[in-house]
């Protein structure tokens, strides 16, 4: 079983950056692919980004390449989103998500992913 705790979200203005983090337990961390995903009001969960067991791949979606960065710290147990030049379309709930895989394929979709966190808010205000 694996928990997973975000934080570093918050409520900025456009153009603002937040990093968020996420924290998992367990002692295999560093063969799971990790994500994020992320819900707006209204609107269906959809995929932002995430990076394969070793760290080598990543994937974004189009909205936010060039803007949200992915990385992890397999000594910590620890996946983080650097996220720049935030805009108000980002704002929506963040979530963590961890998948027990090997495969240097990055995982996009959300029933690919067995463990999420309870989320982190981001609001970004115009």
């Known amino acids: 079983q694996v928990q997973l705790v975000e934080s570093g979200g918050g409520s900025v203005q456009a153009g603002a950056s937040l990093r968020l983090s996420c924290a998992a337990s367990?002692?295999?961390?560093?063969?799971?692919?990790m994500g994020w995903f992320r819900q707006a009001p209204g609107k269906e969960r959809e995929f932002v980004s995430a990076?394969?067991?070793?760290?080598?791949?990543?994937s974004y979606t189009d909205s936010v390449k060039g803007r949200f960065t992915i990385s992890r710290d397999n000594a910590k147990n620890t996946v983080y989103l650097q996220m720049n030049s935030l805009k108000p379309e980002d704002t929506a709930v963040y979530y963590c998500?961890?998948?027990?895989?090997?495969?240097?394929?990055?995982?996009?979709?959300?029933?690919?992913?067995?463990?999420w966190g309870q989320g982190t808010q981001v609001t970004v205000s115009s």
């Open positions: 367990g002692r295999t961390f560093s063969t799971y692919a």
């Open positions: 990076i394969n067991w070793i760290g080598g791949r990543t």
């Open positions: 998500v961890a998948e027990p895989t090997r495969r240097a394929v990055v995982p996009t979709m959300p029933n690919e992913y067995d463990y």
